[in-house]
């Protein structure tokens, strides 16, 4: 069973900064790509980070990936109070050599900013 995990949510105030983290556990053969959704109270799921960035946090926050260590990161910058969300992290991985990649999505990890 493939699970991504995710860390490092919590609450900060208006401007802060929090560094989320997310790895694939289980077995699988490689990585193809891992990014970031969120999910407000109300709202639908919005993309924010993978290949590009959501129009919403351009420029505050920053993906970096170690697919070796089955992980990716999730800076972000500059918080704002519409950034209060449900962060989820979906990894698409190859479970053997060859084939299509598939999509596996985490339980995910509550920030909350503060005004």
């Known amino acids: 069973q493939v699970r991504p995990v995710e860390s490092g949510g919590g609450l900060v105030e208006a401007g802060g900064s929090l560094r989320l983290s997310c790895v694939a556990s289980?077995?699988?053969?490689?990585?193809?790509?891992m990014g970031w959704y969120r999910q407000a109270p109300g709202k639908q799921r919005e993309f924010v980070a993978g290949?590009?960035?959501?129009?919403s946090v351009k420029g505050r926050f920053t993906l970096s990936r170690d697919y070796a260590n089955r992980m990716v990161y999730l800076q972000m910058n500059d918080l704002k109070p519409e950034d209060t969300a449900v962060y989820y992290c979906?990894?698409?991985?190859?479970?053997?050599?060859?084939?299509?990649?598939?999509?596996?999505w985490g339980q995910g990890t509550q920030v909350t900013v503060s005004s």
């Open positions: 979906v990894a698409e991985v190859f479970l053997e050599n060859g084939g299509s990649p598939k999509e596996y």
């Open positions: 289980g077995n699988f053969f490689s990585v193809y790509g």
């Open positions: 290949a590009e960035y959501g129009d």
